[in-house]
């Protein structure tokens, strides 16, 4: 049979409502967009979390009706990043209740099996136990998927990569402290402040920053080498191959192979009340099988072991992750770059060799949730490959 699928179109200026990347689904699927043709019976209406928050904006109540009456009609809600427990289920109870859909008919795939469990747990004592929930992390997948030609050591040309494809000013800082304590000489590195997608442009104009603003952040301890700065600034932006248009770019596989360890800026450092996210900037080292530093939230290295992976202490000092204050965060990591770039060569590849049963575990990990079957309830559906 053919599935009658509806998705949601991307909305102008809401990132959080963008295009959703669908996880593998069989070729036999008509895909209808939601709101612009009225539900048939037999469907799957297919959504991110984000979306279903903003659901208002996609469909009318009368269509939610229609859809919540159809015998054999059920929802895929498709977690693209990370989700705070309490907003699922405050979220996931109003839509119950609210257009009456029968929670069994409800299918959500979290980021994480640690997510999957909590959220399994909270719904426990709600009204709407009941949902099917598994775990399917989009972006490990897509990095999971990609084929890599692994380096040797002689191939080596940095000690270091670090890509930042978006402006943030916390990235900024980062890049400028780099320069200021001589460790992007001796990085494969990106930086635009630019984004392929224009409606994420235009929502965050705020975040857009002429060289002459840049210049003016050139303060404090950088002012001992503001012309280096300076001329860094002004060769801005900094792209390597495609990579400006597609997160995925071979280019910077390449760059990354190249160097000895990636460091990650991840999408988030600081926000209150948001919940730290594992994205594909995490998982792309692990593919290449290179130790790595991360940028992000407080406690995102723990995090990453929760869901059965290791990280590098005690050949890298990890004490960073733990530090909640962003800029102290920030000069842990960089002090850790700049005891290992003042290693010989022969004294890294040797803390590079002691990484090897931990970059071979991370990436057998990886691999494992590459090929993790879909729960019974989920195949049941008949639409994923």
């Known amino acids: 049979m053919r599935f009658n699928i509806y998705k949601n179109p991307s909305i102008p200026n809401i990132p959080a409502c963008g295009t959703l990347t669908l996880p593998p689904m069989i070729d036999e699927c008509d895909f209808f967009i939601a709101g ?17 928050e903003h659901i208002e904006l996609y469909l009318t109540d009368a269509q939610i009706q229609t859809f919540a009456a159809g015998t054999n009609n059920n929802l895929v809600v498709v977690d693209d990043k990370d989700i705070e427990i309490s907003v699922a289920v405050r979220e996931l109870t109003r839509l119950v209740e609210k257009h009456n859909l029968n929670p069994a008919k409800i299918f959500f795939m979290t980021m994480s099996k640690r997510q999957a469990s909590e959220l399994n747990t909270a719904l426990l004592d709600t009204p709407i136990y009941g949902i099917n929930i598994t775990n399917h992390n989009i972006w490990l997948l897509r990095v999971a998927n990609r084929k890599y030609t692994y380096t040797y050591p002689n191939q080596i040309e940095k000690k270091f990569s670090v890509f930042s494809r978006r402006y943030d000013r916390w990235r900024l800082q980062f890049f400028l402290d780099l320069i200021q304590q001589n460790l992007l000489d001796n990085c494969m590195y990106t930086f635009s402040n630019s984004h392929p997608d224009a409606s994420f442009i235009e929502f965050n104009a705020d975040n857009q920053i002429s060289q002459e603003e840049m210049k003016s952040l050139v303060t404090g301890p ?22 400006q ?30 919940l730290v ?11 290449s099988k290179k130790p790595f530093l991360v940028y992000g939230r407080v406690g995102i290295l723990s995090l990453f072991r929760k869901e059965g992976f290791k990280t590098f202490s005690p050949w890298i000092n990890e004490e960073y992750d ?64």
């Not at 996210?277 to 593919?287: A, F, G, Q, R």
């Open 322 to 385: 733990l530090i909640e204050d962003t800029d102290e965060r920030r000069g842990a990591i960089l002090k850790e770059m700049t005891r290992l770039n003042k290693l010989s060569k022969k004294e890294l590849e040797q803390v590079i060799e002691k990484c090897l049963p931990i970059l071979k575990h991370n990436y057998q990990e990886l691999q494992r949730f590459k090929n993790q079957a879909w729960p019974t309830n989920f195949q049941a559906l008949g639409i994923f490959k």
């Open 277 to 287: 996210n594992l994205t594909e900037k995490v998982w792309k080292p692990v593919l």
């Open 36 to 52: 612009e043709t009225e539900f048939k019976e037999n469907s799957i209406y297919v959504c991110s979390f984000a979306q279903i």
């Open 245 to 274: 248009v597609d997160a995925f770019s071979p280019d910077v596989d390449t760059a990354l192979q190249k160097a000895s360890i990636n460091i990650v800026l991840e999408s988030r450092i600081s926000e209150t009340g948001d």
């Open 222 to 243: 950088l002012e001992s080498c503001r012309e280096k700065v300076f001329k860094w600034i002004e060769g801005v932006p900094y792209q390597m191959g495609d990579w």
